[in-house]
């Protein structure tokens, strides 16, 4: 008994968290695509996306009002393309140090910290 009131109020501490997300940002390589990148004979780069991946990007938008932005260290123009095909407009290339361009995302966008999830998949996604 005593387990499930500790699960009951991390559970309901949880859920005012997540009221409170208003955008999810998120990286790009290991995130929205497989981790691999494949090369062409002539040396070119590509990546494959999730379809899943912007499934639930869609889904977000139009279920729960969320928006996704993307902040990614790469250049590629692919991540430009999947971006535009998921109709994510504020996306963010050859970013380094995600958090250097978030008080720019959090003014645009009229927000704070606490109404931000972010994905990452490595640890220089924390720096």
Known sequence: MVIDMELKKKNMHL????EKIKL????NDGVL???????SEKGEEFKRFSIR???GVER???HAGI????????KSGS?????????????YLGVIHKT??????????????ENIAFIGDDINDLE
Request: proline share 2%; no cysteine.
């Open 79 to 91: 991540v430009k393309a999947r971006a535009e095909k998921l109709n994510i407009k504020e996306y």
């Open 33 to 39: 695509t497989d981790t691999g990148v494949y090369y």
């Open 24 to 27: 999810v940002l998120t990286d």
């Open 67 to 74: 928006e996704t932005v993307i902040i990614t260290g790469e």
């Open 15 to 18: 859920k005012d968290k997540l």
């Open 100 to 113: 250097e361009i978030l008080p720019e995302v959090l003014k645009k966008n009229n927000i704070t910290l």
């Open 53 to 55: 991946d912007g499934m």
């Open 60 to 62: 977000l938008r139009k």
